[in-house]
């Protein structure tokens, strides 16, 4: 009596199963997409906030940096061309790299037109990819069980068992895929800014 509860408590599980995720696959499919879009959002509502302190240690270690390599000079008695080289190249490169930092994210938005380069090219590998590659490999997941479903009343018993796992695991393996390039270009957003 024990063994057909636990058969009839499986098939009840193996059934929910398939109709919780043909019902929601629209929303699985759109998640790892809704995570990107939420942590590109955040960064960009900070990075206000963040760019102000970093230029403010910028100019102190820029700073510093003057100072040291201005002592350095002094304590081996460099001439008056070689001071006026070097306060030159060093203003060039801090001006370049303070430029960088006030523009990466703010006023030219470099970090959203790097990341749309990444999906582009990611997007001639794959055309599907081009509108969002978290949501492709998402839907191959869910494309892959609902053709398991539909191929299921006309398999057998044994063969049905054993293209559920696979497409279970198929499915799980596509959503992980999805999960990690979401967290992915979360972390482009989120060093971006």
């Given at each position: 009596m024990k063994s057909k509860t636990k058969i009839i408590m499986f098939l009840g599980m193996v059934f929910l199963l398939f109709a919780?995720?043909?019902?929601?696959?629209?929303?699985i499919v759109m998640l790892p997409t809704k995570i990107a879009e939420k942590y590109r959002d955040a960064a960009s509502n900070f990075s206000g906030v963040l760019i102000g302190h970093a230029t403010s240690m910028y100019w102190i270690l820029a700073t510093?940096?003057?100072?040291?390599?201005?002592?350095?000079?002094?304590?081996?008695r460099a001439e008056l061309a070689e001071f006026a080289g070097e306060f030159l190249?060093?203003?060039i490169f801090a001006g370049l790299y303070l430029w960088l930092l006030q523009n990466m994210s703010g006023g030219l938005n470099f970090i959203n037109g790097l990341y749309r380069s990444f999906v582009q090219l990611a997007?001639?590998?794959?055309?599907?990819?081009?509108?969002?590659?978290e949501q492709s490999?998402?839907?191959?997941?869910?494309?892959?069980y609902n053709t398991f479903i539909k191929m299921y009343p006309s398999l057998g018993i044994a063969e049905?068992?054993?293209?559920?796992?696979?497409?279970?695991a198929c499915f799980v393996i596509m959503i992980l895929i999805s999960i990690n390039?979401?967290?992915?270009?979360?972390?482009?957003?989120?060093y971006g800014y």
């Open positions: 919780a995720v043909s019902c929601h696959a629209e929303e510093i940096s003057l100072v040291w390599t201005g002592g350095q000079m002094l304590l081996r190249r060093f203003s997007g001639e590998a794959e055309s599907s990819l081009a509108s969002g590659m490999f998402a839907s191959y997941g869910v494309n892959i049905s068992i054993c293209i559920f796992f696979i497409s279970i390039i979401a967290l992915q270009s979360a972390t482009i957003w989120l």
